[in-house]
């Protein structure tokens, strides 16, 4: 939703077929800087009330049942994609480099399996080792090496780069300043640069779906895990944002390259 100051109407409804689902875009007439709440809810249907998209900066009373969505699992993916174009793009020797997958749970297997390609050393933070095990003899197989696993975060400050797909939840202490790739915002300290917010270029098809006043990522987020669009899952982000900084991939390869030598 956001505001348009060419029509007499309060609202203006355009709807967008994409695929299989559709996108309802919504303009409103800003009058006296109130928003027609009543009008805009009326074009809502009971069913898409809790996931709709605007600008973050944007105050939905609660009286109107409507929510925001929130990305749950797109953040995941890019952190991915960006991590392994970083690693790519900077192309370090593996015997240079030491990487860490911060895995609490024992999900990511195949990401695992992935990092273990790219360095010499792989550090792999789990409280659920047991679930590692199948892996790591796929790894040994594989590779003819095996990750080194552990539950204290200690243990992997040193390393050059960190992928934490989920939430990172452990405090982080040292001189070391490593580079972290989350698909959320960190819930505990992170000595380094933490990327967890990511942009990248939307599709010839979207470009003139989604309104200015939403984050590519944002709205890419909504087409993947609201409409099914799985195919954006395979998009690699072109920057990163640490801070109020934005950090191209190219950038943090140099980066990388010289942490690592």
């Not at 600008?55 to 995941?76: C, D, K, N, V, W």
């Not at 696993?149 to 452990?170: K, Q, V």
């Not at 040292?174 to 972290?180: D, K, S, V």
């Not at 989350?182 to 989604?210: K, T």
Request: glycine share 6%; with cysteine; aromatic share 12%.
């Amino acid at each position: 939703m956001w505001p348009s100051l060419f029509h007499r109407k309060k609202v203006i409804v355009t709807d967008h077929q994409i695929q299989r689902s559709s996108i309802r875009l919504i303009c409103y007439q800003s009058n006296q800087r109130r928003i027609p709440w009543k009008a805009i809810c009326a074009e809502i249907s009971e069913e898409d009330k809790k996931h709709v998209l605007c600008p973050a900066s944007l105050h939905i009373p609660q009286e109107t049942g409507l929510r925001r969505f929130e990305p749950s699992y797109y953040g995941a993916a890019m952190a991915q994609n960006a991590f392994f174009s970083l690693l790519n793009m900077a192309r370090v020797p593996p015997r240079d480099l030491r990487l860490a997958l911060y895995d609490p749970c024992a999900r990511y297997f195949q990401t695992a399996k992935q990092m273990m390609s790219y360095c010499a050393q792989l550090w792999i933070f789990t409280e659920n080792p047991i679930g590692y095990q199948k892996v790591i003899q796929e790894m040994v197989e594989e590779f003819g090496g095996e990750p080194l696993l552990t539950d204290e975060i200690e243990n992997i400050r040193d390393c050059h780069a960190i992928l934490s797909p989920g939430r990172w939840m452990s405090a982080q202490k040292g001189a070391e300043q490593p580079i972290l790739f989350s698909g959320y915002p960190p819930m505990a300290s992170f000595h380094g640069l933490v990327f967890w917010r990511y942009h990248m270029n939307l599709p010839r098809e979207y470009r003139n779906i989604c309104p200015l006043s939403l984050e590519n990522f944002y709205f890419l987020a909504a087409l993947y895990e609201l409409c099914g669009l799985h195919a954006l899952g395979r998009l690699v982000p072109d920057s990163c944002l640490s801070g109020g900084e934005e950090y191209s991939i190219k950038r943090l390869a140099g980066i990388l390259q010289k942490t690592a030598k």
